[in-house]
């Protein structure tokens, strides 16, 4: 019981920091296409700021979720099952999640570049690059369901 309510809480916060990572690039979208509204920019980059202080902590509390439900067998043998029992999908399904991991830090930059007057790319830009986390989380959660090797 205890290995499904961590599990649980895991799927929690990663569906909150997934939808930061989601949303923060259609903020940049939005500040792409505010032009010379200053006040407008000012609103879109504080609610970035917000978005990606939000993002982190959820990614943090997913991580910590995670790490007990990969490693937490070795601590707490009698609640914990071991997972993944030298399986190797975790470690792809890591590297996709260190991969996303990368893409909210350089939209984060780019937020931060914006709230300091640098034109980010352009919108265009912007919304094709908005679509990749979607097909990174496909290749996670096929990892995650079907542990293929």
Do not use: C
Request: charged share 15%.
């Amino acid at each position: 019981m205890t290995y499904l309510w961590i599990k649980s809480f895991h799927l929690l916060f990663v569906m909150a920091w997934m939808a930061t990572v989601f949303y923060l690039p259609r903020i940049l979208v939005n500040i792409a296409e505010a032009g010379d509204e200053p006040a407008v920019r000012a609103r879109l980059v504080l609610m970035g700021r917000r978005l990606y202080r939000f993002g982190h902590h959820m990614f943090g509390m997913a991580f910590l979720f995670g790490l007990t439900l990969w490693q937490g067998w070795r601590v707490f043998p009698a609640l914990l099952p071991n997972v993944v029992a030298s399986m190797h999908w975790i470690d792809a399904k890591l590297s996709l999640v260190a991969l996303l991991l990368a893409y909210f830090i350089w939209a984060g930059r780019l937020l931060g570049r914006g709230g300091q007057g640098v034109a980010p790319p352009s919108s265009k830009t912007l919304r094709l690059i908005n679509e990749l986390p979607v097909l990174v989380l496909l290749g996670v959660i096929f990892l995650v369901i079907a542990k293929p090797f």
